[in-house]
């Protein structure tokens, strides 16, 4: 790259470097290499001070009044040949190493269906659902408490109540069964004890 470069050549720089970008050539395992090869040498030429120190090292001759001007107007216009970088070519962006560690940390690629994560999902809000349910009935009993309410006495009550439901409904199927019992005994009974009609007996005659 020269003093007097056009427009063109930073354009000819981006399109080498968009051709050998690792996104361009995913199967190719130096192109990462040769990209940030690129960049850099993108980021030497079009600095001034950067391209002054690279001459100097690499025994490369240049006039003193062209270093001069090209360091002033790079003080004025920036450290890039243009208005603004390529956009590709910062050299704080290295190439795509993957996902961060905290991707895996909160479990990867997941499928669309997991089962067990869903499992998991439906359990503790399972568990969430007792839990509200259990504070609620504790802030009911205190509330009950809080009125003079013995809320004790009352679940006391009700288990008796139940209690003797429960026992009038199985008085009630023991009357049932025994009623069915004695309904069905009169009817045997009778049909064994019906007389049996014999035939009469011939008389013989003499």
């Known amino acids: 790259m020269h003093d007097d470069l056009t427009c063109n050549e930073p354009r000819q720089f981006y399109a080498l470097s968009l051709a050998h970008h690792p996104d361009k050539n995913p199967k190719d395992p130096t192109a990462s290499a040769r990209f940030a090869a690129i960049s850099d040498a993108y980021q030497v030429l079009s600095n001034a001070s950067k391209r ?47 996902p961060p560690p905290s991707f895996y940390a909160h479990g990867g690629y997941v499928p669309h269906f997991d089962a067990t994560s869903h499992l998991r999902t439906q359990t503790h809000e ?39 439901v429960l026992g009038i409904l199985g008085f009630a199927w023991a ?9 069905e005994r009169p009817r045997s009974s009778a049909i064994t004890s019906s007389p049996v009609k014999h035939a009469p007996k011939r008389v013989q005659e003499h």
């Open 175 to 183: 009357a049932a069964v025994a009623g069915q019992h004695v309904l």
């Open 52 to 98: 002054a120190v690279y001459d100097r090292d690499h025994d490369i001759h240049r006039a003193a009044a062209t270093a001069a001007s090209s360091s002033t107007r790079s003080g004025h216009r920036g450290s890039y040949v243009g208005s603004r970088p390529p956009s590709g070519l910062s050299k704080r962006r290295g190439p795509f190493r993957g």
């Open 126 to 164: 399972d568990a969430r659902r007792r839990e509200r349910r259990r504070k609620a009935v504790e802030r009911a009993k205190a509330e009950a408490a809080a009125r003079g309410i013995d809320v004790s006495e009352d679940e006391g009550n009700i288990t008796m109540r139940l209690i003797t």
